[in-house]
């Protein structure tokens, strides 16, 4: 099942501009016409496409990777850098819903 995160006014959710931001956390970066997929520590598969204004993530974990802490920093420092809401903020605009 994918998540969805808003996109702040102003981001470039381009597929070209989002797989540059992906590269930015993994040499493992493939493009497709319709999406950016790619691994990082602690997450094998990562596929992220566009879905109306938001960003639609979906996640396989990897079971042999043990430091959650990095995996999870990871992950927010590139979900942010795509959609421009930290962690935070996220989870602020998550809780009114």
Do not use: H
């Amino acid at each position: 099942m994918a998540r969805e995160y808003p996109v702040k006014k102003g981001m470039d959710t381009s597929i070209e501009a989002i797989a540059a931001k992906c590269r930015e956390f993994s040499e493992n970066v493939r493009v497709s016409q319709n999406s950016v997929e790619l691994s990082i520590p602690g997450i094998k598969r990562l596929e992220i496409w566009v879905k109306g204004k938001n960003l639609a993530i979906e996640t396989e974990n990897d079971e042999n990777f043990k430091d959650f802490a990095q995996t999870i920093k990871i992950y927010n420092n590139l979900v942010e850098s795509i959609t421009g809401y930290s962690s935070k903020e996220r989870k602020k605009k998550f809780s009114k819903i």
